[in-house]
């Protein structure tokens, strides 16, 4: 399970970095980490203030791709 959360981060900070394409698979990982921070914060009052930082922030008002087919 680790590898995997870890997955979604590298995709993240590699589409921040313009390592990779923002594509479906970053807005998918980032679907995936914000859902688990929520979770996060449900669990305990302790997580209630951790947010994404600056730049993730801005990524996830990007617009989301669209498939056509």
């Not at 449900?42 to 056509?68: G, H, M, N, W, Y």
Request: charged share 30%; hydrophobic share 35%.
């Amino acid at each position: 399970m680790f590898g995997t959360d870890s997955n979604h981060c590298q995709i993240v900070r590699e589409s921040i970095a313009g390592n990779r394409p923002v594509d479906e698979k970053t807005f998918a990982s980032l679907a995936v980490l914000t859902e688990r921070l929520g979770r996060l914060k449900k669990t305990d009052s302790l997580f209630e203030a951790v947010t994404f930082s600056p730049d993730v922030r801005k990524l996830t008002r990007q617009t989301k791709p669209i498939a056509v087919g």
